[in-house]
């Protein structure tokens, strides 16, 4: 959710913090502020409104330093004020911070500290532990961060700076996503490792019960105890341009063109004489995929979409004993987890706050648990510790497109692999569904040739009062992440059904200003999705047919068509997804939506 920025180095901090804010935004936000240490000093500039708001104030203030923190807020105790955002400074002038998170006993520290009489001024949980730390510093900034991380209770990402400790930066981190990073004489903080890219590769990713102190000449790590400890780094692989759109107008569309390139590398290296073979990532053995009796694919909103989708492939594949949960529903269900469940966890961030909690319950019962993630050292990769990497690259527009291709493609190679190691993968089938997959990434290119098609499409029907998506077996679940795009960036009532439970209540809604869109594949469900579509029509519903190319008896239905590329049955989301969200993209756009930034979204969800 929100955003952290911090530097200190040789350069103008306040640059780079409005420059790493800026990265940030896709994450939600509705106040800013930066806050600089100088000559015992703590100076800040809060407001309301976007970074480039924050900017001009700063520019206007003349706010300059060499080390400084900045913070974009995303209310949740407290309104949309300029008082409410962060940085906060304790009420002595001596310390700053920022925080992502929730302080759970905040008002128990408030009330403790007033007693005290020690002021507040915000209605924020995050001023009771910057009024805390002004409270117990004597000079000793680790030494009151310990203190801190005792009294607080809940998730926090904390960035802190002293007023007499204007060479450092101090973090400390639970629950909440921090990466930490060093280059030539300049240390980094931030929410999203994106933020760092243009500056350095070399990152640290904070574990929870984590304290970093941060100066120009290295970067040191504590635990919650004060005791430091060796960390070693990692090196990023990301390339700063990915986080530019280059020549597109949005994000959004941008990563929707990266696609075909997206699946290319995910299959790299993870294919090997016409068979696939997980063996470098997967130190599995044919008796221990044998004793998994149960797969438990557990994720989020795309991410679980994704798995919904995976599920219906992994069917065909072998004999699978599988359930798609939830992720925060997951924690909370009565169901047996123990030594024969593989437990598959999906997050694009891998700091996903339900998923990864799934994650340590299922862990903590025995499971043997798998993560898919685009992040390599986020946090729910760092716990689990066996996973298979997306390597889509950072994405930045919140509605998530090439992280869900990536996802199952990654997920498609593993029910492959999995019922491979069972035995129950016919080598014909094997090669039939490797070498439809190595020609995905051509027909995604042909159907992003569509795009202007697709366009016109979505200025027919932008005044819709909403939309209904429909499909059988295999495309209902990208029927769900069609509406699920469309509903996340246009802001119209979209849902997705099973075709055959529209007559099952959803008919009640069809008229003529609600279309629907059919997701109907030449493949041995046709004629029963036809049906419905008929219901549909006899309510004088608007039909959008996703048809294969080829079919021209879908003409009789309805002239709005658009024809997806001939792929092997399994494969069938790969090449209905592209389409869907492009037809929810040019929706928006010409609804004057903010595509990458739809509102009361993040892309990150790091709460429960």
């Not at 001009?56 to 003349?62: M, N, P």
């Not at 400084?68 to 995303?74: N, S």
């Not at 003409?555 to 592209?578: C, R």
Request: aromatic share 8%; net charge negative.
């Amino acid at each position: 959710m929100c955003g952290i920025m911090g530097y200190i180095g040789h350069r103008e901090a306040t640059n780079v913090i409005l420059d790493g804010l800026a990265k940030h935004e896709y994450r939600g936000y509705d106040s800013a502020g930066i806050a600089v240490v100088k000559d015992n000093e703590i100076l800040e500039v809060r407001t309301i409104g976007r970074v480039s708001v924050l900017a001009a104030k700063v520019a206007a203030a003349g706010l300059t330093g060499e080390a400084g923190i900045g913070h974009t807020r995303w209310a949740t105790h407290g309104g949309v004020s300029e008082t409410n955002a962060h940085p906060h400074i304790s009420s002595d002038k001596r310390v700053v911070l920022v925080h992502n998170g929730i302080i759970e006993n905040a008002r128990e520290i408030r009330k403790d500290l007033e007693l005290r009489g020690i002021k507040f001024h915000t209605e924020t949980d995050t001023e009771s532990a910057v009024q805390y730390l002004g409270y117990v510093y004597n000079g000793d900034p680790k030494e009151a961060i310990v203190k801190l991380t005792k009294r607080i209770r809940g998730a926090f990402a904390l960035v802190i700076m002293f007023y007499d400790r204007p060479g450092e930066i101090w973090t400390a981190r639970k629950g909440s996503p921090l990466v930490v990073g060093h280059a030539n004489g300049e240390g980094f903080c931030a929410s999203d490792p994106t933020a760092l890219l243009e500056y350095t590769r070399v990152v640290w990713f904070m574990d929870d019960d984590e304290i970093a102190r941060i100066t120009r000449e290295r970067c040191e790590f504590f635990d919650f105890a004060g005791v430091p400890h060796n960390k070693e780094p990692m090196h990023l692989d990301w390339d700063a341009a990915m986080t530019s759109r280059g020549e597109y107008p949005h994000f959004m569309l941008k990563e929707i063109h990266e696609q075909p390139d997206v699946v290319a590398h995910t299959l790299l290296g993870r294919i090997a004489g016409g068979g696939v073979d997980l063996s470098r990532e997967l130190s599995w053995t044919p008796e221990e995929a044998k004793k998994w009796r149960k797969i438990h694919f557990v994720a989020c909103g795309t991410s679980h979409y994704a798995t919904v989708a995976a599920a219906y492939i992994m069917e065909n594949l072998g004999k699978f004993d599988i359930r798609t949960e939830v992720a925060s529903e997951y924690r909370y269900r009565n169901m047996t987890i123990d030594s024969e469940t593989l437990a598959v966890f999906v997050s694009q961030s891998g700091e996903t706050a339900d998923t990864l909690h799934a994650a340590r319950l299922a862990k903590s019962r025995g499971a043997k648990c798998l993560v898919i993630t685009n992040v390599r050292g986020s946090t729910i990769d760092r716990e689990v510790g066996e996973s298979i990497i997306t390597p889509a690259g950072p994405e930045i527009g919140v509605a998530a497109t090439k992280t869900f291709t990536a996802q199952i493609t990654a997920l498609t190679l593993l029910g492959m692999y999995l019922a491979k190691l069972r035995g129950e993968l016919p080598e014909d089938s094997e090669r039939r569904l490797i070498s439809a997959l190595m020609d995905i990434p051509g027909k995604l290119s042909l159907l992003l040739a569509k795009e202007k098609e697709i366009e016109e499409l979505a200025r027919d029907f932008a005044d819709a009062r909403g939309f209904f998506f429909i499909g059988r077996g295999i495309a209902y679940p990208p029927a769900l992440e069609g509406a699920l795009k469309l509903k996340e960036i246009s802001y119209l009532h979209a849902e997705a059904y099973p075709a055959g439970e529209m007559k099952h209540g959803p008919i009640a809604l069809l008229d003529k200003e609600l279309p629907v869109v059919a997701l109907v594949p030449k493949n041995s469900l046709w004629e029963k999705t036809v049906s419905n579509i008929e219901e549909s029509m006899a309510r004088r519903s608007p039909i959008i047919a996703l048809a294969t190319e080829g079919d021209n008896e879908i003409k009789q239905y309805t002239d709005h068509v658009i024809f997806t590329p001939a792929t092997e049955p399994e494969l069938y989301p790969f090449v209905a997804v592209i389409p869907l969200q492009l037809f929810a993209y040019y929706i928006a756009r010409q609804r004057g939506c903010d595509i990458d930034m739809p509102r009361n979204l993040a892309k990150s969800v790091t709460v429960e």
